[in-house]
Every structure is written in structure tokens, then in C-alpha cells.
């Protein structure tokens, strides 16, 4: 593969095109149905009190001390909610949902093939990425980790869609 094909100067195959439009349209749909969760979790937050949740955490916290045996993912999960607190929950419940939000009508535009809607979605995902970063120099989570790699392969995905959607846009004027 040349330089030029790489950086995109030369124009991609129909078959090339197809494959990362399909790429692409898959990665969205998942960031899609990830962007909902967020919203139903951080309402439901919201909407449960914390006084609630935080007894939820403490009976996870008493289960994984009974010495259980636990997963991978259940024990990372533990460690991320063990420093919860009331406030916690109030600031993750708005993260989630404004987050969310954003995210599902970056993902509806992306859908709808809306122009606007490559370059905020690489703005909005290259902010989000800072933030992670944050929370991994900080936190150490291996969650924040792989939705961080995720949202790299996403971004890389829509700028390649959008780099086609202008090259094609350029050829039919």
C-alpha cells in the first residue's frame, strides 16, 4: 500500500469504500446502543436514590469479601464502584446522561449521513478521549481503557466515511 492511498490522496476501490461504510455503520450503531445505555443508566441515577445505590455497592463490597470467587470483569467493576458516594452518584448520573445524549444525536446524524455531523462527532470524541485520559492517569480503569480504544477505532472509522463522502461529494459538482 503507497503513501498516497494511505493519507488518502488516491481514491478507494468501490469494494474499499463498501468495506469501511459498513465498518463504519456497524461501530456507530454499537457507539449507538452504548450512548443509550448511558442515558437509561445515568436516568435511572437519577431517578433511584443514592441512598439506594450506595447500599447496592455495599452489599457488592460484602460479597466480594465473603470470598467468592469473581471474574475479570466483576472485580474491575467492584473496583470502579467502590469509591462511590452520595455526590458520586449525582455527578456520574449527569455524566452519563449528558454524555449519552450528545453522543445519540451525534449518532443519529451520523446515520442520517448529515455532513455536519463528521466533524463534531471527531471534535466530541477527541474531547471525550481527553477526559478519559484523565480518568485513566487517575482512576486506573481498565473500563475507561477500552472504551477509549474503542471511541479511537469509532473516530478513525468516521473519518474515513467522512473522507469518502467528500471525495464523492467533490466528484458529482
Known sequence: MELEE???????????EHTVYELFKWSVLLKGLISLGEVVVGALLLVVPSSLVLSSVAQLRTLAGSGASYGFIAKHLLAEVDAFT????????????????????LVIGL???????????????????????????????IFVVAISL??????????R?????????????
Do not use: C
Request: charged share 10%; net charge positive.
Open 6 to 16: 494511505i493519507m488518502g490522496t488516491e481514491p478507494e476501490s468501490p469494494a474499499a
Open 86 to 105: 452520595a455526590g458520586t452518584v449525582v455527578f456520574v448520573a449527569i455524566y452519563l446522561l449528558s454524555r449519552g445524549l450528545i453522543k445519540l444525536g
Open 111 to 141: 446515520l442520517k449521513g448529515a455532513l455536519w455531523a463528521y466533524p463534531a462527532s471527531l471534535v466530541v470524541l477527541g474531547l471525550f478521549l481527553i477526559y478519559q485520559g484523565y480518568q485513566i492517569a487517575t482512576a486506573h480503569s
Open 150 to 159: 474503542f471511541d479511537i477505532i469509532v473516530m478513525y472509522l468516521i473519518w
Open 161 to 173: 466515511e467522512w473522507r469518502i463522502v467528500r471525495r464523492h461529494i467533490a466528484a458529482s459538482h
